[in-house]
C-alpha cells in the first residue's frame, strides 16, 4: 500500500507540473509579474488533475491488489476531480485574450470540487461539511473579486492584463455589423487599441500625406502612437503629439514610448484633449479618446487643422453609435466631409470644407 501512494503521489505532483506549464504557455504569462489570485487561478486546474490522477493511480493498484469495494470510490472521487478539473481548465481558455478578475479561476475551483465532492461523501457516509465550505468560500471569493474588478476602468483591467502576458496579437471580437459583418477577420490586440489593420493604415497614411504636425488624442497604451510615428521616422520629419487624461495609463505610455526608440518623434502629454495647445496648423487629427468627447475634439481642432488635412475619427461603427452620429452631424452642418470605412470598431476619415482647395 505503502508504494501505491508514493506512485500516486508521484504521478499526481507530474500531472499538475505538466498542467500548469501548459496553462502558463497557453496563457503567455510573464512569471515575474505573477500576482497571487493569478497564481492561484494557475494553480487550481493543476491541483485537481493532480488529485485526479492520485486517486486514478490508487485505485488501480487496489484493484490489481485485491478485490474489495474501496477501487470504486477511488474511482468516483478520481473522475469527479477530473470533471471538476476540466471545468476550471475551460474556462482559462481565454484569459490569454480578454481581461477577466484574477482569482475568478481559483473560485470556481472551489465550488466545483465541494459540488463533485457532496454526493460522494453523502453515498460514502461521510461528512460534507468540508465541501460546503468549499463551496461558500468560492462563492465569497468569486463575488468579491468580481466586484472588485468591476470597479477598475476598462483602461486599467488592460494595462493589468497586458503587464502579466505582454501583446498578444488575436482575432478581433467585436459583434458583426452590417457593414463588417465578417470581423473575425480583422486582428487587434485588445478592445482598445484601434485593429492591427487600422494600425498598419496608419503608418501607411503618414508616410502618404507626410504631415508635420499630428494630434492624437487618447494616446492609452501607446500603441497607435508608435504606428504614427513610424512613419514620421520614415518621411524623416514630423511630430506626433499625443495625450492621455489618466496619469496611470499615460505612465504605462511613456514607458512604453521611451523603450520604443521613437520619443525624438512624439510629445506625449497628461491632459485633456480639449485643453491641450498646440502650435501651428495640424495635418493629422486622430481622434480616439473617450467616445463622448470626439464631437467636441473635432470641433476643437478644426480650426487648427490645415485646409487640406485630414481627419480620422475611430470607433465609429453602427453598433458604436455616439461616434458615427457625431461625425454625421458635423457633416450635416456643412463642416466636414465624411467617409466612413467598414472596419469592425469603425473608422471614418474626413476634411474640414471650409478652404479646402477644390
Known amino acids: 500500500m505503502l508504494s ?19 496553462d502558463i504557455r497557453r496563457r503567455r504569462l510573464k512569471r515575474k509579474s505573477l500576482k497571487f489570485l493569478t497564481a492561484l487561478d494557475l494553480a487550481a486546474p493543476a491541483a485537481l488533475f493532480g488529485l485526479a490522477t492520485i486517486c486514478f493511480t490508487y485505485a488501480f493498484e487496489i484493484a490489481i491488489s485485491s478485490l474489495i469495494s474501496e477501487p470504486i470510490w477511488l474511482l468516483i472521487s478520481a473522475f469527479g476531480w477530473a470533471i471538476a478539473a476540466l471545468i476550471v481548465w475551460t474556462l482559462g481558455a481565454n484569459e490569454k485574450f480578454e481581461a477577466r478578475a484574477p482569482g475568478r479561476i481559483f473560485a470556481a475551483a472551489l465550488i466545483a470540487g465541494g459540488a463533485i465532492r457532496i454526493p460522494i461523501d453523502v453515498l460514502h457516509s461521510t461528512p460534507v461539511l ?14 468579491f473579486v468580481t466586484r472588485k474588478f468591476r470597479k477598475q476602468r476598462g483602461e486599467h483591467r488592460i494595462l493589468q492584463h497586458v503587464a502579466a502576458q ?9 459583434r458583426p455589423t452590417p457593414e463588417c459583418p465578417e470581423p473575425e477577420r480583422w486582428r487587434m490586440y485588445d478592445s482598445m487599441t ?26 492609452f497604451m501607446g500603441i497607435s502612437t508608435l504606428k504614427l510615428a513610424e512613419g514620421l521616422k520614415a518621411n524623416g520629419a514630423g511630430k506626433v503629439i499625443t495625450c492621455e487624461y489618466d496619469p496611470v495609463v499615460y505612465a504605462k505610455a511613456v514607458e512604453r514610448i521611451n523603450a520604443s526608440g521613437l520619443k525624438e518623434w512624439i510629445d506625449a502629454r497628461n491632459e485633456s484633449s480639449l485643453e491641450m495647445q498646440v502650435d501651428g496648423q495640424v495635418d493629422l487629427l486622430f481622434s480616439d479618446s473617450d467616445p463622448e468627447l470626439r464631437e467636441a475634439e473635432v470641433r476643437r481642432y478644426l480650426p487648427l487643422l490645415r485646409a487640406n488635412g485630414i481627419i480620422l475619427i475611430h470607433d465609429a461603427s453602427s453598433h458604436l453609435k455616439t461616434v458615427r452620429e457625431a461625425a454625421l452631424k458635423l457633416e450635416r452642418e456643412g463642416l466636414i466631409s465624411t467617409v466612413l470605412l467598414p472596419t ?3 473608422l471614418v476619415i474626413a476634411q474640414k470644407r471650409e478652404g479646402r482647395t477644390e
Open 166 to 174: 505582454g501583446d498578444v496579437l488575436q482575432p478581433e471580437y467585436h
Open 4 to 22: 501505491a501512494a508514493i506512485v500516486g503521489v508521484i504521478l499526481g505532483l507530474a500531472a499538475a507540473g505538466i498542467c500548469l506549464r501548459a
Open 344 to 346: 469592425p470598431r469603425g
Open 194 to 219: 484601434a485593429e492591427y489593420e487600422v494600425l498598419a493604415f496608419l503608418q501607411q497614411l503618414v508616410e502618404t500625406v507626410k504631415p508635420k504636425i499630428i494630434v492624437e488624442t487618447g494616446t
Open 130 to 143: 468540508i465541501p460546503c465550505l468549499s463551496i461558500l468560500a468560492g462563492v465569497l471569493l468569486l463575488s
